[in-house]
């Protein structure tokens, strides 16, 4: 039996959202189920249709889900793969590996923008942003070092938690949804400073990935630096052909 609770102070959409994750992990519908449609959710859980709409796009969006006009919603067959969906939720898709992503350190503070983040976010010399550091990793180790940048208009006050998926923290703050980013990768050998964090040699390689991701209005919001241990980390990019 499916319920939410609609005295709490978390939003329904937000309830919702946490069910289906619930949900998608039972045994029959990580076997192709297909999940109940939209207007059967709905009445069981009190809430419109359009909440229920709502959860399951975002699911979809992330890979979770996948869902065919005229058959329905399961579970995407493709939700484990690495690949250049990787920006969306790097926590989940290790998770999905079965690997706990670790936090070794986490600042988030207002300062002067980097040249690189301004030009990205399309910001004035001497804007202050919010910059958010991370070191991650696992089995003990530190793989990544990232660096994100974000845009004043997402409003973010200081006091957020990321505790959780980086994206849902940030739409939970500001509703603001990432729809497509752009890619940038480089080799480059590692500096004192990194050397230190990740706890490599001096020099020792590291790849570097850019990313700026945009909303569905193609604005920029976030610009981001991540640093990989190349020993300790690979990237699959899945390119496939499309239709001509």
Do not use: C
Not at 21 to 31: E, G, N, S, T, W
């Amino acid at each position: 039996m499916l319920s939410l609770d609609h005295h709490s102070a978390v939003p329904l959409r937000a309830q919702v959202e946490t069910l289906l994750r619930d949900l998608v992990r039972q045994p029959q519908y990580q076997k192709g189920t297909l999940l109940p449609d939209e207007m059967a959710l709905a009445a069981e859980l009190g809430v419109s249709r359009g909440t229920i709409r709502s959860g399951i796009s975002k699911l979809v969006f992330e890979g979770v889900l996948e869902r065919k006009a005229g058959v329905g919603t399961r579970v995407s067959n493709k939700n484990a793969e690495s690949g250049i969906r990787a920006w969306r939720s790097f926590t989940r898709e290790m998770a999905a590996k079965g690997i706990k992503v670790e936090n070794f350190a986490t600042s988030f503070e207002q300062v002067e923008a980097s040249p690189e983040a301004r030009e990205a976010l399309n910001m004035d010399p001497g804007t202050k942003l919010w910059r958010l550091d991370r070191v991650r990793g696992w089995d003990g180790l530190p793989v990544l070092q990232s660096t994100s940048w974000f845009h004043p208009r997402l409003r973010l006050k200081g006091d957020e938690k990321f505790d959780r998926p980086l994206y849902e923290v940030v739409e939970a703050a500001s509703s603001v949804r990432p729809h497509h980013a752009k890619e940038e990768f480089l080799a480059i050998a590692a500096s004192i400073a990194q050397a230190e964090l990740l706890e490599v040699e001096k020099a020792a390689p590291l790849m570097l990935r850019r990313h700026t991701v945009f909303d569905a209005g193609n604005r920029p919001f976030e610009y981001a630096e991540v640093y990989y241990v190349s020993s300790r980390f690979t990237l699959t990019l899945d390119m496939r052909r499309g239709n001509i």
